[in-house]
């Protein structure tokens, strides 16, 4: 089958699809980013130094383990065959997350569900559920190009989500010069 270009024939291809984990997760993923319009990881990153297949990584309860797709600042990504425990994948990054620079979000996958789990410092966790019957909905694939775009230097509030326009009440107002440049209370830029 060809390489899909959009959410649709992406949807096709893998909808039935019952391959090992090791036989179709790099497969899989190569798609999603012809999909989303994104570089893959060889073709942005040719040494592997920030975005790729295959991270090695020391696990928090000693051992090493390799994450399946890590890219720098954005995301650690564990694949799972079709129908297996995305539990077990979430707990697998959690024991990579600090020697993978602790990403802002931990992503897994069985091949028909992809499950975003924020990891923003001081902010509740939330989980983002995309399955392939709503891969084509505009929500998910706002959710999978933000994925790929968050940054770690930034608020989570000023890339996750829109950030509120308003001030707390009792809260007083930030100086002019601070408004104009568009910095918070925290000093961090809003974009």
């Given at each position: 089958?060809?390489?899909?270009?959009?959410?649709i024939?992406?949807?096709?291809?893998?909808?039935?699809?019952?391959?090992?984990?090791?036989?179709?997760?790099?497969?899989?993923?190569?798609?999603?980013?012809?999909?989303?319009?994104?570089?893959?990881?060889?073709?942005?990153?040719?040494?592997?130094?920030?975005?790729?297949?295959?991270?090695?990584?020391?696990?928090?309860?000693?051992g090493?383990?390799?994450?399946?797709?890590?890219?720098?600042?954005?995301?650690?990504w564990?694949?799972?065959?079709?129908?297996?425990?995305?539990?077990?994948?979430?707990?697998q990054?959690?024991?990579?997350?600090?020697?993978?620079?602790?990403?802002?979000?931990l992503?897994v996958?069985?091949?028909?569900?992809?499950?975003?789990?924020?990891?923003?410092?001081?902010?509740?966790?939330?989980?983002?559920?995309?399955t392939?019957?709503?891969?084509?909905?505009?929500?998910?694939q706002?959710?999978?190009?933000r994925?790929?775009?968050?940054?770690?230097r930034?608020?989570?509030r000023?890339?996750?989500?829109?950030s509120?326009r308003?001030?707390?009440?009792?809260s007083?107002?930030?100086?002019?010069?601070?408004?104009?440049?568009?910095?918070?209370r925290t000093?961090?830029?809003?974009?």
């Amino acid at each position: 089958m060809q390489r899909p270009v959009n959410p649709i024939e992406f949807q096709r291809k893998w909808i039935g699809i019952d391959l090992t984990e090791r036989s179709a997760s790099q497969q899989h993923f190569l798609d999603l980013c012809r999909v989303l319009n994104h570089p893959a990881p060889a073709d942005l990153d040719g040494t592997g130094d920030f975005f790729t297949f295959e991270r090695g990584a020391a696990k928090s309860t000693g051992g090493n383990g390799w994450a399946d797709v890590w890219y720098r600042g954005h995301f650690a990504w564990e694949y799972k065959g079709p129908h297996k425990d995305l539990v077990k994948a979430y707990d697998q990054l959690l024991r990579y997350k600090d020697d993978l620079e602790n990403p802002p979000l931990l992503i897994v996958s069985d091949l028909d569900t992809i499950e975003i789990h924020t990891n923003f410092t001081a902010t509740p966790k939330k989980v983002h559920r995309i399955t392939l019957h709503t891969f084509a909905d505009a929500a998910s694939q706002n959710l999978l190009q933000r994925s790929f775009t968050i940054r770690t230097r930034s608020s989570p509030r000023s890339r996750w989500r829109k950030s509120p326009r308003t001030l707390p009440a009792g809260s007083a107002p930030l100086p002019r010069p601070c408004r104009a440049a568009g910095k918070t209370r925290t000093g961090l830029r809003i974009t």
